[in-house]
């Protein structure tokens, strides 16, 4: 054996920095392969000359000639049985650890290796993409053959397997067409998937790789390199702050732009893969029944729609000269109520040969679409298809605009365009709760139209859809409710969490904009299928009970034309000793002898517990100052009820002790980048003007503010404090009518200081 240089030579080199025209030589199909020659040279200047019987084996990215800049390398060190394996592999691995690069590794003979593959899916798949690097080429090329042959041979036994394995895969990390920050690798549609393709196409079982898909392949490729670029390091998720630099170097004009393209990319391997998926389960299917190719099962579903081998296609009477405008309408209806596909041929014969839908449309069209928004689990698949074959455009001109938009805040998951369809699946859940179900639905899906577009998206969108609802053929008085619908979908949200819902002004204006208890009845049930289609930090327990109280109180006023009397505090905290606490799941009342900072103290304790507060009432009665905290714990965990209990004793005693840890840290604080602003409402509240502040959010933030109110001599009579993602909007009731602009001035300058 020959020794191994003294000095290992040096790994091929990603530039460091650089201008965007240099780093985008390093983006491509040509770039990749020449990390792959690289790379290939290194590993064969490592590799030991003539030692028989072995040879390295490179899968994965290398395998394919796909190597993203910073790219872990996969290796097999293939050998018969020759002497000195182990040596051999550790004067290949040590220098690749030493240089730093990711490696997954295995030492095999040819046996092994098609043994693992033959009951391990991902090993079989990884075999496929393997390629000769240095040693025996004959031992390489035997590897090869064989694998593809065993391949062949098992696939259709591994399939379910690795069917198994990839949608526990994309429930872990989505769809990458529609994530604002999803995993360019491992969510559905991404590189993972193509692979996939590849591999099922390998089989035989289906022409998987067509030229749209290699093309979504390469483009996607092409995203990864820039990524990787741009942060310096391996990354596969595509996230916010990264955009830019990423679009910068596939020159394209911003990172929305990004986002639109990885989604088209992303939305054709993922049909692709459902297709192949398909396939594969009419050939199973077809070899248990011992059925004859070309003998299919059919059976009628709905009109014009029958089943044929496990999907949907056209009744041979639906098929005529001049098709009906609803037809591709009522077979996604049907296909979306019993969750089974519509075939790729059905789908291209629609696309091709359905005629424009009149306006307005006819009623089974109408009645189709409102089957189509309420058909729960089938929906988002059945949506998506159509949208793969240019259906949906032909329906609503204006979904074009609305596909794959971005929504910037961090409180959303989806994209515009899913998230439409998401509130029409989330609202199904409360299709009983309404007397017009059909109109929560169609509400739910047009609630956003008006995004994109300048101005505030619920007096824009609300045209928007009122246009669509006249087109789609409802009538006025239905138009009309689906417009106030979108115009006023964040009333009840907004309200619930930023108004004092004691205020009998705040259900007065509530009642007189929202005007009848059938209208409410829909804007509830629309704010929380909205709200869980936005994602985990647009929703909570406690956002779901405030709105539940706000309907209720609502109600009652539009029933009786009487407002709701106030709660009053409890009895204890009235005539009990002082000072007392009251601990109640996420509810804590505290009354002390009235003083001052009492609000902004027992805000810190509360900080200082790690609970944050989502509302707070204050007041003073017989000279007890009682303040009411709603609250949830920051990370997930019970506060100690004992240890918080003793705190809120001390602090309403006026021991300043217990706050002074929280103090200089939150005075410190300081949380991100945008201005914050003050906003003043003097008409919205009984005996109180409201100031909103709206700020990025920071730890002891409530103590800051309750402090400077305080300080600067203004009464807090209750707050609400309403966090989204990063965010806050804060509503603080001061006591008085504060008419005087110079006053006002005076506390927001306050504010603004401690924030």
Not at 290 to 300: A, E, F, K
């Amino acid at each position: 054996m020959t020794p191994m240089p003294s000095e290992p030579p040096t790994p091929p080199q990603v530039p460091a920095g650089g201008s965007l025209d240099k780093l985008r030589e390093h983006i491509g199909a040509a770039a990749r392969q020449d990390r792959a020659a690289a790379l290939d040279a290194w590993l064969g200047e490592l590799f030991p000359a003539h030692v028989p019987g072995v040879s390295l084996v490179a899968v994965g990215g290398l395998g394919r000639r796909d190597c993203a800049p910073y790219s872990d390398l996969d290796l097999v060190l293939l050998h018969n049985g020759a002497a000195g394996i182990d040596r051999i592999a550790a004067s290949l691995w040590y220098p690749i650890w030493d240089a730093r690069l990711g490696l997954d590794h295995s030492v095999r003979t040819l046996p092994e290796a098609l043994s693992v593959a033959h009951d391990d899916v991902k090993v079989s798949l990884g075999l496929l993409d393997a390629r000769h690097v240095a040693g025996d080429k004959n031992l390489t090329a035997e590897l090869v053959a064989a694998a593809g042959d065993q391949w062949r041979r098992t696939a259709v036994r591994l399939l379910p397997a690795l069917k198994e394995l990839t949608v526990a895969r994309w429930a872990s990390h989505g769809e990458l067409a529609f994530l604002l920050e999803g995993d360019l690798k491992e969510a559905a549609g991404g590189l993972r998937d193509v692979t996939i393709l590849r591999a099922v196409g390998r089989a035989g079982v289906a022409d998987t790789m067509r030229p749209a898909v290699r093309a979504a392949g390469l483009r996607l490729l092409d995203t990864r390199d820039a990524l990787h670029l741009a942060v310096g390091r391996r990354v596969d998720r595509l996230v916010a702050q990264e955009r830019t630099a990423v679009a910068e170097l596939l020159e394209l004009d911003d990172g929305d732009a990004l986002l639109r393209r990885v989604a088209g990319d992303a939305r054709t391997v993922a049909h692709a893969l459902d297709d192949a998926w398909r396939a594969v389960d009419r050939l199973r299917s077809g070899r248990r029944r011992g059925l004859p190719t070309g003998t299919p099962s059919r059976r009628p579903v709905a009109r014009d729609v029958v089943e044929q081998d496990g999907e949907l296609v056209l009744a041979r009477t639906a098929i005529g000269p001049v098709p009906d405008p609803s037809l591709s309408l009522r077979v996604a209806a049907a296909a979306a109520t019993v969750q089974l596909p519509i075939a790729r041929a059905t789908s291209e014969w629609l696309a091709s040969f359905s005629p424009p839908l009149p306006t307005p449309w006819p009623p089974a069209a109408r009645a189709a679409l409102v089957s189509l928004l309420g058909s729960g689990p089938g929906l988002l698949p059945t949506w998506e298809t159509c949208d793969r074959y240019g259906l949906i455009d032909a329906w609503l001109p204006e979904w074009a605009r609305m596909r794959s938009l971005p929504q910037h805040h961090p409180i959303h998951r989806f994209t515009l365009d899913r998230h439409l369809v998401q509130a029409a699946y989330e609202a199904t859940a409360y299709a009983r709760e309404v007397d017009r179900p059909d109109l929560l639905l169609i509400g739910a899906f047009l609630h956003d139209v008006g995004k994109g577009l300048p101005g505030d998206h619920s007096v824009v969108g609300a045209p928007i859809a009122a246009e669509i609802a006249t087109r789609i053929g409802l009538p006025p008085a239905d138009v009309a409710t689906i417009e106030k619908l979108v115009r006023l979908h964040l009333l009840l949200p907004d309200v619930a969490t930023r108004r004092d819902l004691s205020d009998p002004m705040t259900i007065s204006s509530v009642a007189g904009t929202v005007g009848d208890p059938a209208t409410l009845d829909l804007l509830h049930a629309l704010a929380r299928a909205d709200s869980q289609a936005t994602g985990p930090a647009a929703w909570s327990d406690w956002k779901g009970r405030l709105m539940a109280e706000l309907v209720d109180r609502v109600h009652t006023a539009l029933d009786t034309g009487e407002l709701p009397e106030p709660p009053a505090p409890d009895a204890e905290l009235l005539s009990g000793d002082l000072p007392a606490v009251h601990l109640d799941g996420d509810r804590l009342a505290v009354a002390a002898a009235d003083r001052r900072g009492l609000l902004a103290a027992v805000a810190a304790c509360l900080a200082m517990h790690r609970l944050d507060v989502v509302g707070a009432n204050a007041s003073t009665v017989d000279g007890r100052a009682i303040v009411e905290f709603f609250t949830q714990p920051r990370y997930g965990s019970p506060y100690d009820p004992v240890a918080l209990a003793a705190d809120l004793r001390r602090v309403a005693a006026g021991d300043v002790s217990v706050t002074q840890r929280v103090r200089a840290r939150a005075m410190s604080a300081r949380g991100g980048t945008a201005s914050p602003r003050v906003v003043w409402q003097r008409d919205v509240a009984t005996d109180a003007a409201v100031l909103e502040l709206r700020a990025a959010d920071s730890p002891g933030l409530l103590y800051r503010v309750a402090t400077a109110l305080d300080e600067a001599g203004a009464e807090v009579r209750a707050a609400r404090i309403s966090t989204l993602g990063g965010d806050v909007v804060d509503a603080f009731y001061l006591v008085g009518s504060w008419a005087d602009a110079a006053e006002r001035d005076r506390v927001t300058a306050a504010v603004l200081g401690a924030v």
